[in-house]
């Protein structure tokens, strides 16, 4: 079973950067597609960003596109939410998911395994 681990979150204050970072242990990433969730208090988690097993393709939430980046380095069994221009709204617990169907999805029940998450805050 593939546990993931997330890290990278943090305080920054808006217009800055992040990059976090999911790693496996337990098991390889590169079987699985990979997904960034997060969930800000009082909300519903929302789907981030998405990228296939080989990472030939992705997918991202309109609210984040041109903003956040989505990439996977297979060597090191670690998949990067590279996050620029923050804002506000991005405030939340950011997770990583992985999906047996390799596929780069939105909705969060085609995911099999879940990491703990990692805090961002974004001051104004």
């Known amino acids: 079973q593939v546990q993931l681990v997330e890290s990278g979150g943090g305080l920054v204050q808006a217009g800055g950067s992040l990059r976090l970072s999911c790693a496996a242990s337990?098991?390889?990433?590169?079987?699985?597609?990979m997904g960034w969730f997060r969930q800000a208090p009082g909300k519903e988690r929302e789907f981030v960003a998405a990228?296939?097993?080989?990472?030939?393709?992705?997918r991202y939430a309109d609210s984040v596109k041109g903003r956040f980046t989505i990439s996977r380095d297979n060597a090191k069994t670690t998949v990067y939410l590279q996050m620029n221009s923050l804002k506000p709204e991005d405030t939340a617990v950011y997770s990583c998911?992985?999906?047996?169907?390799?596929?780069?999805?939105?909705?969060?029940?085609?995911?099999?395994?879940w990491g703990q998450g990692t805090q961002v805050t974004v001051s104004s």
């Open positions: 998911a992985a999906a047996s169907r390799k596929g780069y999805w939105s909705p969060a029940n085609e995911y099999d395994y």
């Open positions: 990228i296939s097993w080989l990472g030939a393709n992705t």
């Open positions: 337990g098991g390889t990433l590169s079987n699985y597609g």
